[in-house]
């Protein structure tokens, strides 16, 4: 099957490859990339013969909504849009809006997989109506993991319903992996435990926390048993928050994926406002200790 990918970045350039390697004509576009067929999106239309299916990898956000837009101008009737990035569902409604005015179609697939996706394949949510679905589906078998198709693949339901699912999945795996951290730091913690990485690896067969997560700890652990090379700073894609909306919205309790955001927030102040301020307020009602520039204070005073 011929398609056109926007976007060879770490994610598009492996599933760009990973398609090719199941049969399919990929021709691809990337301002920014080495390996990009084309020199514009205009060109890249002209190469698919028509009815063309043209899948997008890029930025969430304006860099998406301005491809689409460009998209629209260039395809006719009958042509197909899919946005595998990681858009909020909000945006596809719009997207397909957009489109449908010009008689394109439009569905909105989640991935997960990251830069393994290439070996063992990416695990697909879609969004969209059951003709362009199935319109697709040769696309979305070379791109999923071997074995079952239900087991890496979901049509999830209507436009917006893809991109939803993988909100959530990435909502998941923030907890995920803020429990895995805090139990981690929890062994460094102790003088008890003489082996941390061996503890975190001795977890991944035959216990009820092993998983591909914990085995990626696992990996990062071998290569750096400290992880000094890394700073304490966490990065959000947006999903996160996005997830935590969305359980403010419909009242849905979220503890564990809201305090594993905050979490990553916290992660990114060199010396937090708020727990100064908590500091002051154990010192002036308690007359606890305190630390000023990196040295404990002992030194007790009462509210005048």
Not at 26 to 41: F, I, K, M, Q, R
Not at 271 to 276: L, W, Y
């Amino acid at each position: 099957m011929q398609l056109g990918l926007v976007g060879l970045g770490r994610m598009g350039g492996n599933m760009a490859e990973r398609l090719r390697a199941a049969g399919h004509d990929v021709v691809g576009y990337d301002p920014h990339a080495e390996a990009s067929n084309v020199s514009s999106l205009a060109e890249l239309v002209e190469k698919l013969a028509a009815p063309r299916i043209v899948w997008i990898m890029v930025p969430a956000g304006d860099p998406t909504r301005d491809t689409v837009a460009q998209l629209g101008d260039l395809l006719a009737e009958g042509d197909m849009v899919i946005d595998g990035g990681n858009s909020r569902f909000t945006d596809d409604q719009k997207n397909a809006a957009l489109l449908a005015e010009k008689s394109v179609h439009y569905v909105d697939c989640g991935v997960s997989g990251g830069v393994w996706g290439r070996e063992v394949g990416y695990g697909l949510m879609c969004g969209g109506s059951k003709e362009d679905v199935e319109r697709a589906m040769p696309i979305f078998d070379g791109l999923r993991p071997e074995g079952p198709r239900e087991e890496g693949f979901v049509h999830a339901g209507p436009v917006g319903a893809g991109h939803y699912s993988k909100m959530v999945h990435n909502g998941i795996e923030y907890g995920l992996m803020q429990a895995y951290a805090e139990g981690y730091e929890l062994l460094l913690a102790k003088d008890l435990v003489e082996d941390v990485p061996g503890v975190v690896k001795a977890w991944s067969r035959g216990t009820v926390v092993r998983s591909w997560l914990l085995d990626l700890l696992v990996r990062a652990l071998d290569e750096d048993p400290g992880l000094a090379e890394l700073d304490a700073y966490v990065d959000d894609s947006g999903e996160g928050r996005w997830t935590v909306e969305e359980a403010i919205d419909l009242r849905v309790p979220m503890p564990a994926i809201s305090a594993a955001l905050f979490a990553r927030f916290a992660s990114r102040q060199d010396a937090s406002p708020a727990m100064k301020a908590v500091a002051a307020l154990r010192q002036q009602f308690g007359g606890h200790a305190v630390r000023h520039g990196g040295a404990e204070s002992a030194t007790l005073s009462r509210p005048s």
